[in-house]
């Protein structure tokens, strides 16, 4: 039985990925992983798994994720110092 994959299937940072060399995943990886070929797609589904810094490249606007982050994520490894950081809303009274 195969592993359902695809932008409406259970999320897919589960799926072992083998390593290729490179520091980043390649364009084949980031179709297995998010079920897409477009970018804007591809980029959409990675963050919505959790892969905040994914990213599109400035020279040709492909999809960018680094392979230590991809592993993080996948092992549930704690958000690092350089993770997002929100603060919380204040409102004033009026």
């Known amino acids: 039985m195969e592993t359902p994959v695809g932008?409406?299937?259970e999320p897919l940072v589960t799926l072992p990925?083998?390593?290729?060399a490179g520091s980043i995943l390649t364009k084949t990886e980031l179709i297995e992983l998010t079920g897409y070929r477009r970018a804007a797609e591809q980029l959409t589904e990675l963050?919505?798994?959790?892969?905040?810094?994914?990213?599109r490249s400035r020279v040709d606007?492909?999809?960018i994720l680094e392979r230590p982050h991809y592993d993080a994520v996948?092992?549930?490894?704690?958000?690092?110092a350089n993770g997002?950081?929100?603060r919380?809303?204040?409102?004033?009274?009026t």
């Open 61 to 63: 606007g492909s999809v």
């Open 7 to 9: 932008p409406h299937a």
């Open 47 to 55: 963050r919505r798994q959790g892969f905040y810094r994914a990213r």
């Open 74 to 80: 996948c092992t549930g490894a704690s958000v690092s």
């Open 88 to 93: 919380p809303v204040t409102r004033k009274r």
């Open 17 to 20: 990925i083998p390593h290729s």
């Open 84 to 86: 997002p950081r929100l």
